[in-house]
T-cell receptor, first 111, second 118 residues
Framework: KQEVTQIPAALSVPEGENLVLNCSFTDSAIYNLQWFRQDPGKGLTSLLLIQSSQREQTSGRLNASLDKSSGRSTLYIAASQPGDSATYLCAVRGNFNKFYFGSGTKLNVKP | GAGVSQSPRYKVAKRGQDVALRCDPISGHVSLFWYQQALGQGPEFLTYFQNEAQLDKSGLPSDRFFAERPEGSVSTLKIQRTQQEDSAVYLC????????????????FGSGTRLTVV
């Protein structure tokens, strides 16, 4: 079974810092990898989707990379803001029917 | 609708009660998923529908859990004789495209139903 691990589990940084969230997965046979944001009491908001053939995707201050062969992805957040505070979840698509999620990284950006 | 709608937002059930959780996917979306998210954990797959067909129910934790999507749109997740370990947020997600092609598309998640069994 696919296992997805996210490090760190929690992160607290001052506003303006650049930061990196890590995701690793055990089975490299994936269709794609997706990063989500989850605010307390809310559902998941998709941030970036990287196909298995791609190396990275960018959206605004966010950049996600994928190294499928080593089973790793990183989410880079530039110039962090208090509004970025949330839990960030990494999910891999092992087959067309399901995602496998990590436990998330809880980010707190202090003003 | 504009997004995936789930109801109720919160549900408190006494142990042993039956509950029904509803998901209204985005209109026209073929694929529908249910996930269970325990506190402090990532979501865990429960079941998958393609239109009205339940193609994968391998994640349902016991035979007390039952899901249906009779007309290929609205879906209901039913939990019979609820137990405390069923307490979690239940998330529904939908996608326009199914099958292998659907793997290239993202999913839209609802806000979830938080179930507390007391």
């Amino acid at each position: 079974k696919q296992e997805v691990t996210q490090i760190p589990a929690a992160l607290s940084v001052p506003e303006g810092e650049n930061l990196v969230l890590n995701c690793s997965f055990t089975d490299s046979a994936i269709y794609n990898l997706q990063w989500f944001r989850q605010d307390p009491g809310k559902g998941l908001t998709s941030l970036l989707l990287i196909q298995s053939s791609q190396r990275e995707q960018t959206s605004g201050r966010l950049n996600a990379s994928l190294d499928k062969s080593s089973g790793r992805s990183t989410l880079y957040i530039a110039a962090s803001q208090p509004g970025d505070s949330a839990t960030y979840l990494c999910a891999v698509r092992g087959n067309f029917n399901k995602f496998y999620f990590g436990s998330g990284t809880k980010l707190n950006v202090k003003p | 609708g504009a997004g995936v709608s789930q109801s109720p937002r919160y549900k408190v059930a006494k142990r042993g009660q039956d509950v029904a959780l509803r998901c209204d996917p985005i209109s026209g979306h073929v694929s529908l998923f249910w996930y269970q998210q325990a506190l402090g954990q990532g979501p865990e797959f429960l079941t998958y529908f393609q239109n009205e067909a339940q193609l994968d129910k391998s994640g349902l934790p016991s035979d007390r859990f039952f899901a249906e999507r009779p007309e290929g749109s609205v879906s209901t997740l039913k939990i019979q004789r609820t137990q405390q370990e069923d307490s979690a947020v239940y998330l529904c997600a939908s996608s326009l495209v199914a099958g292998v092609l659907g793997a290239n598309y993202g999913y839209t998640f609802g806000s979830g139903t938080r179930l507390t069994v007391v």
